[in-house]
Every structure is written in C-alpha cells, then in structure tokens.
C-alpha cells in the first residue's frame, strides 16, 4: 500500500522568505509523485512531478521539489515567496509513469504568506 | 492544456432529493475518470473510479447504492448523490488523466439543508 504523510498542517512565512513543504511517503513499489496547490474553492492544479530522470524537479513559477529515495522524501521549496502563493498544497504518490491510476494524497499544508 | 469541467460548481438541495453532478473532460478522451470527496480543511479521499461503458469501482465504506456513477462516453462521468443528507454535504472534485498528469475540475459543493 501507498501512503503520504505532510507532515506540516499550516506553514505561515513572511512575504520573501524561503518556504520548505515537507512530504514523505511510505510504498512498496516505484513512486511516481506530485505536487499540486489549490485555491480556495478550486479543484487541484499540477504544481510539478517527479516521474523519472533527474530528482531535482521545477515549476514555471519559482516551486521546486527533489525526489530523495534514501529519506523517501519530496519536499517542496521556493527560496522567495510571493502573496499569491497562498493556497492548500497537496502531496500525492501514484504507482506509474503514465495512464490514468489512483493517487494517494497527503493530508495538506496550508500555507499563508504575510506581508 | 488538458481541461477538465465540472458542473455545478455549487449546489444547495433539501434532505431527500437527489443531485447529479457532471464531470466533462473538454479536449480529450477520458476512458477512466476519479471521484473524489474533500471535507473542509481536509484531503482528498478517493470514492470511486468511473470506468467508460462499464460499472464504476467503488473504495471501501463508500455507497454504491447511494452514490451512483455513471461513465456514459468518452468525456463524460456522472455521480449522482441520492437521497441526500446533510452528511453528504462535502467539496466533490472528479479528475481525469491526459498523458502523464492528473486534470481536476473546479469541484461543486454540495450543501444539503
């Protein structure tokens, strides 16, 4: 079986401040695993994804997370956050690299950026 | 991208009736579609996996009977909630796969008074 664990519920930071959301997960098979944020009364959007390849993964808007096999972690940072990244974010761990599956989320980190 | 469309995006029902909510993936074909369940300030909890031309596959606990899914075409998953209670009342989100990434819809939430 598959499971996530987040294991910060809420993380308040201050406007620029570097941002650490920590992920590990628990499986007996190769993990696929992503990161997703939602606003306020919206669905999940895809912040990034590890499949394969190199551990270290980005986002277009600053996120990044690195996939480390020995902790089973995918901790996701942003060294300078902006107001609007304020949302829920969601760790999730799928057993493919492709097709439709079942993903296991992680309980959620509420982050809130104050000016 | 990939888009997924859910519908409505909220919906407020008495005790009793019944409520249908639409999952549409917009510009690809979705053979199989998740229903999820989120309660507030929670995560989300899988229900069931909609499966085009054949019966949904529910998660453990989940009703069958009272949670009634319907996967009539390549784009379109339907979860009917019936005989609502105010315990129904819940964030649904469905999601689709195109390629290697999930697609969510809006979610609808659904108030049962």
């Known amino acids: ?115 | 991208g990939a888009v997924v469309s859910q519908h409505p995006s909220w919906v407020i029902c008495k005790s009793g009736t019944s409520v249908k909510i639409e999952c549409r993936s917009l510009d690809f074909q979705a053979t199989t579609m998740f229903w999820y369940r989120q309660f507030p300030k929670q995560s989300l909890m899988l229900m069931a996996t909609s499966n085009e031309g054949s019966k949904a596959t529910y998660e453990q606990g989940v009703e069958k009977d009272k949670f009634l899914i319907n996967h009539a075409s390549l784009t379109l998953s339907t979860l009917t909630v019936t005989s609502a209670h105010p315990e129904d009342s819940s964030f649904y989100i469905c999601s689709a796969w195109g390629g290697t990434e999930a697609f969510f819809g809006q979610g609808t939430r659904l108030t049962v008074v």
């Open chain 1, 1 to 115: 079986a598959q499971s996530v664990t987040q294991l910060d519920s809420q993380v308040p930071v201050f406007e620029e401040a570097p941002v650490e959301l920590r992920c590990n997960y628990s499986s007996s098979v190769s993990v696929y695993l992503f990161w997703y944020v939602q606003y306020p009364n919206q669905g999940l959007q895809l912040l990034l994804k590890y499949l394969s390849g190199s551990t270290l993964v980005e986002s277009i808007n600053g996120f990044e997370a690195e996939f480390n096999k020995s902790q089973t972690s995918f901790h996701l940072r942003k060294p300078s956050v902006h107001i609007s990244d304020t949302a829920e974010y969601f760790c999730a761990v799928g057993r493919s690299s492709q097709g439709a599956q079942k993903l296991v989320f992680g309980q959620g980190t509420r982050l809130t950026i104050n000016p």
